[in-house]
């Protein structure tokens, strides 16, 4: 599976930024898939993952309740909706495809795409 996120930008604080990642191969949906994200100077850490049916979702908790993962299988397409953006969301992102559901350690995925960058101005 290759991946290749895109919709990162600048964005003022309060603000919101859809992020997509298209996935090729023919299996897509056999993956859960997951957002991750990394600030600088900090390790990468896990923001939000869904289910191979998009059915199930998790976050981690500062993003709870502001960023809404979503998945396309047809379209082989996973979303980021993030919403009342922060400065400490500022991070490059990552997009990720994994065999477990709930799996939030980032040696758990299989594939990887490029990062997006997000920046959020106060």
């Known amino acids: 599976v290759q991946l290749q996120a895109s919709g990162g930008g600048l964005v003022q604080a309060g603000g919101s930024l859809r992020l997509s990642c298209a996935a090729s191969?023919?299996?897509?949906?056999?993956?859960?898939m997951a957002w991750f994200r990394q600030a600088p100077g900090k390790e990468r850490e896990f923001v939000a993952g869904?289910?191979?049916?998009?059915?199930?979702?998790y976050y981690e908790d500062s993003v709870k309740g502001r960023f809404t993962i979503s998945r396309d299988n047809a379209k082989s397409t996973v979303r980021l909706q993030m919403n009342s953006l922060k400065p400490e969301d500022v991070a490059v992102y990552y997009c990720a495809a994994g065999r477990t559901y709930g799996e939030r350690r980032d040696a758990s995925m299989d594939y990887w795409g490029k990062g997006t960058q997000v920046t959020v101005s106060s």
């Open positions: 191969g023919r299996t897509f949906s056999s993956y859960i």
């Open positions: 869904i289910s191979w049916t998009g059915d199930g979702t």
